[in-house]
């Protein structure tokens, strides 16, 4: 039985190559943000039970796949990228209804870049090596690289497609198996990636669970058979998933929430940077992004003139239907997280001394059912408020005056994430110098767009541990070193 077979409503999970219910026969009903009361499709329900199997089958796949010669898994990752290549269209769509990433603006953009990170990997399958020392002529030192063992990697709900191009490429050329979990509330492109590896790869290298994070997700990571956690999600639940791995000596990486400062310098109120600011905003994707330049450092000099700009921008964009290629800005992901951005906007209107700068809920005109809401920004905020402090994961954007450079940087260096930041100044000097003295895994200079492949990306403070990325992440993240040193002669 394949997953399509079942049917477009019932998946299976994808086990040593078979699609299998969850042991104790449960699941889960998947509805689309788009309409609340459209059931989309059922997935198993998983247990501990289940990831004793799937744990044992990446287990038991990893000597073939570890053995390979190095161009062999090579291969394998370049024919997935032709069979994802031939998917993008079907995998966009399932994103915009699964998750409800608008299609023009995130949903297939994802679905290229998963492509082009399995051929970036791929490409660095021969860089999975050691070095020699030249001790003495009598001796030979070298390095051997191997892979961890089984990967458990857990997914969040809000780009599955873009997180999973993160993990999946690294961990399996460096020759780990794995077992993903996809999140419960945006499962389905993570079964279908599934299957389109399965049409490649061995049975049990890469395995697919799905179920709920207390369950299926705690069970991987406190299984004993699973040598490295790797997490991305939110802070609160990472650092519970750090604790458990950590605490029983198993490897983890951590790619969790944030507050990203976005600092505008006085000399850059064009509308060049209005269109990059819009995009580290995030809106398009809802502000679902871990990345999202959420608190917005103007300078004084410019504060007025540049939001007058930035709401007439953001007046232009079009929340809708996912599925619509006018569409800019997609739903919330589901009605618990819709209720949190709400709760938060209306803090906002109701907070003495702010200024709605821009609310397009007067101009809102989408599906009746759905989770949409209209993108915010406010200003007047202080940086110690808890909309300036906590990650909202909506387009509630709050815009914070600066004069400088100290009082600029230490405002954003004020908050415990670390995770991303944006720096726009003409005056290469003064954006770099502040790009250095922010505490932050990532700082973009005028721009504000998305993840280079092959760029180191992580976060510093309760923004994550790890990288995984890039070559030296895959290195770092996904192999360990062992060094033999024998004597000649
Ligand atoms: P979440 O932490 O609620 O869930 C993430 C995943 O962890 C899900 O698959 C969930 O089922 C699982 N999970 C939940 N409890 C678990 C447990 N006790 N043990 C093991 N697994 C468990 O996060 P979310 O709401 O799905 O995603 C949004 C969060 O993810 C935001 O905070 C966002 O910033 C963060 N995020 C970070 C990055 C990054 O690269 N840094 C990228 C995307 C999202």
Request: proline share 4%; charged share 20%.
């Amino acid at each position: 039985m394949t997953a399509v077979d079942a049917g477009p409503r019932t998946w299976g999970m994808l086990i040593d190559g078979q699609w299998v219910d969850a042991a104790a026969g449960e699941s889960i009903e998947v509805i689309t943000p788009i309409d609340r009361t459209q059931v989309i499709a059922t997935v198993p329900r998983a247990r501990a039970a289940d990831a004793d199997r799937a744990v044992a089958a990446a287990r038991a796949a990893f000597p073939a796949w570890s053995g390979m010669p190095f161009a062999a898994r090579q291969r394998a990752l370049l024919q997935i990228a032709d069979l994802l290549e031939d998917a993008v269209e079907e995998l966009a769509a399932l994103t915009a209804l699964d998750t409800g990433n608008a299609i023009r603006t995130q949903a297939r953009p994802e679905a290229t870049l998963l492509v082009d990170v399995f051929r970036y990997f791929a490409g660095l399958a021969g860089e999975v090596k050691g070095v020699t020392l030249p001790t003495a002529p009598d001796q030979l030192q070298y390095t051997r690289r191997q892979p961890l063992g089984v990967v458990a990697a857990i997914l969040p709900w809000n780009s599955p497609l873009m997180i999973a191009a993160f993990k999946i490429p690294a961990a399996l050329v460096a020759g780990n198996t794995m077992v993903v979990k996809a999140a419960e509330d945006a499962p389905l492109t993570i079964l279908r990636l599934g299957e389109i590896c399965s049409q490649v790869l061995p049975a049990g290298v890469l395995n697919v669970v799905t179920g709920y994070g207390a369950e299926i997700g705690e069970a991987l990571v406190v299984h004993p058979d699973v040598d490295k956690v790797s997490f991305t999600g939110s802070t609160a639940v990472g650092a519970g998933v750090g604790a458990k791995a950590g605490g029983r000596l198993a490897h983890f990486s951590l790619e969790l929430g944030g507050k990203s400062p976005c600092i505008v310098f006085p000399d850059s109120a064009t509308d060049e940077v209005v269109e990059q600011v819009l995009l580290a905003s995030r809106f398009a994707r809802q502000s679902q992004s871990c990345t999202t330049g959420s608190r917005l450092f103007l300078h004084a000099d410019i504060h007025d003139e540049f939001l007058d700009k930035l709401a007439a921008r953001t007046a232009r964009l079009k929340v809708g239907d996912p599925r619509d290629e006018a569409t800019d800005i997609g739903a919330i992901i589901n009605d618990k997280q819709w209720q949190r951005v709400e709760g938060y906007y209306q803090e906002g209107l109701a907070r003495e001394g702010v200024r709605v700068v821009y609310d397009g809920h007067q101009t809102l005109d989408v599906p009746e059912h759905g989770f949409f809401h209209a993108p915010v920004i406010l200003a007047g905020a202080d940086n110690s408020w808890r909309l300036a402090q906590e990650e909202i994961f909506g387009p509630v954007l709050v815009a914070i005056p600066w004069t400088t450079e100290d009082e600029v940087v230490a405002m954003a260096n004020a908050s415990h994430y670390g995770l991303a930041a944006f720096v726009f100044s003409k005056d290469i000097g003064a954006a770099l110098r502040t790009a250095h003295r922010i505490d932050s895994g990532w700082v973009q200079v005028n721009q504000g767009g998305g993840q280079q492949i092959g760029q180191s990306y992580g976060g510093m403070k309760s923004s994550g541990l790890g990288r995984e990325l890039s070559l030296e992440g895959m290195l770092e993240g996904f192999t360990q070193i062992k060094q033999i040193n024998v004597r000649l002669g």
